[in-house]
């Protein structure tokens, strides 16, 4: 399955657990797979208000 929703770049750089460039923690990055298309839109929509 494609995952079409992720603010992965590729190059992450993990900072305090949290990624320097899609600000994502540590977790977020390892449940990404799991979760629902729905869930990662609600995600990236707060880390843009982080």
Do not use: F, H
Not at 10 to 18: H, K, P
Not at 20 to 37: A, K, P, Q, Y
Request: glycine content about 4%.
């Amino acid at each position: 399955m494609l995952m079409a929703t992720s603010p992965c770049a590729g190059t992450c750089e993990l900072r305090d657990g949290v990624c320097t460039d899609c600000n994502r923690t540590l977790e977020d990055i390892v449940r990404w797979s799991d979760m629902t298309e729905e869930q990662r839109k609600q995600r990236m929509d707060e880390l843009r208000t982080e």
